[in-house]
Structure formats: C-alpha cells, structure tokens
C-alpha cells in the first residue's frame, strides 16, 4: 500500500503479510483468527528527529460465535483485537491498542 501525502515525511509504503483461518469446534462454537504483519517506510525525515520513520506493525484478531445462534440471518459475533506499532521514533508513534467488541454478521 501506498499513501501520498504533501509532507514527505508522512508519505509511505506499507509492506504486509496476512494469515488466518476459521476453526469449527465441537458444541457448535466456531472462531476465526487473522494475524497481519507490516513493515512501514516513510520517504521524507521527520521534523524532530532528521531521519526517516520506520514502523513495524502487528495485528491479530479473534471472532468467536455460535453456528446455531443467529437471527434472520444474522449471526453475532464476539471480537477481539490487538494492535501494535514499533516505530523507531518510538516516543512519537509507538502503541499498543485492545479492542473488544460484538458484531453481526450477515452472509448472502
């Protein structure tokens, strides 16, 4: 991905890698998991520091949900989510985030 913008030193190129799967369990549970890393490079040198930022970028994410629990269709969902960034102007942009929230899902 790229992403352009007027100041050099927030435009970038991010490399990544996703992988996942969705499990089946005995009782009718069923879970997803999609883990995600990245490498960010940013083309300009940061205000503050002279030298171009350079980001690492984690992300997993787990759904789990009932197969016979749904409504017209509509399946709800428990999710999970984990996001960090190492960044070599760590001061400025490293975090770690969790995120837990319920959705519905619907496929057609």
Same mark, same amino acid.
Do not use: C
């Given at each position: 991905?790229?992403?352009?913008?007027?100041?050099?030193?927030?435009? $970038?190129?991010?490399?990544?890698?996703?992988? /996942? /799967?969705?499990?089946?369990?005995?009782l /009718?549970? $069923?879970?997803?998991?999609?883990l995600?890393? *990245? +490498?960010?490079?940013?083309?300009g040198?940061?205000?503050?520091?002279?030298? *171009? +930022?350079?980001?690492?970028?984690y992300?997993?994410? !787990? &759904?789990?949900?009932?197969? +016979? !629990?749904?409504?017209? /269709?509509v399946?709800?969902?428990?999710?999970w989510?984990?996001?960090?960034?190492?960044?070599n102007?760590?001061? !400025?942009? &490293?975090?770690? *985030?969790?995120?837990?929230?319920? $959705? !519905?899902?619907?496929?057609?």
């Amino acid at each position: 991905m790229k992403e352009y913008t007027r100041d050099e030193a927030e435009t $970038s190129v991010r490399n990544s890698i996703r992988v /996942g /799967g969705a499990f089946e369990w005995p009782l /009718g549970i $069923s879970t997803r998991l999609n883990l995600r890393y *990245a +490498r960010r490079q940013f083309k300009g040198q940061n205000a503050y520091f002279r030298y *171009a +930022r350079a980001d690492r970028e984690y992300q997993s994410t !787990l &759904s789990v949900w009932h197969r +016979r !629990l749904n409504f017209w /269709g509509v399946t709800p969902k428990f999710n999970w989510q984990y996001n960090k960034i190492d960044s070599n102007i760590s001061d !400025l942009y &490293s975090r770690a *985030a969790h995120r837990v929230f319920f $959705s !519905l899902d619907k496929a057609f």
